[in-house]
Nanobody, 126 residues
Framework: QVQLVESGGGLVQAGGSLRLSCAAS????????LGWFRQAAGKEREFVAA????????DYTESVKGRFTISRDNAKNTVTLQMNSLKPEDTAVYFC???????????????????WGQGTQVTVSS
């Protein structure tokens, strides 16, 4: 079992920055991939970024490449999403997710993650 708690969402103007954090706890937290997904109103949940266990591989959805950075502190079992140059289209509820033990393959489908946080709202005003 892995428990996930997100923090750091909020309201920001376009071009601004936010930093999301996710604390993972549980016996297997350090042995699974950690990632971020988001879900805008009326839309399906979509992949944002993820990092395999031991941080051997990372991947981003195309629309956030160069703006968002995912990082992981395995000692503290936390994963962080630094979001810069935010756009109104980044507005969504952001979810931390955990799952998958392969250190070399980044999972991008929400169906491949077994554990989810409660979500944190990110709103970017124009």
């Amino acid at each position: 079992q892995v428990q996930l708690v997100e923090s750091g969402g909020g309201l920001v103007q376009a071009g601004g920055s936010l930093r999301l954090s996710c604390a993972a706890s549980g016996r297997t937290a350090s042995s699974v991939a950690l990632g971020w997904f988001r879900q805008a109103a009326g839309k399906e949940r979509e992949f944002v970024a993820a990092m395999t266990r031991a941080a051997l591989r990372t991947d981003y959805t195309e629309s956030v490449k160069g703006r968002f950075t995912i990082s992981r502190d395995n000692a503290k079992n936390t994963v962080t999403l630094q979001m810069n140059s935010l756009k109104p289209e980044d507005t969504a509820v952001y979810f931390c997710a955990a799952g998958g033990t392969n250190p070399l393959i980044v999972r991008t489908s929400p169906h491949e993650y077994s554990y989810w946080g409660q979500g944190t709202q990110v709103t970017v005003s124009s």
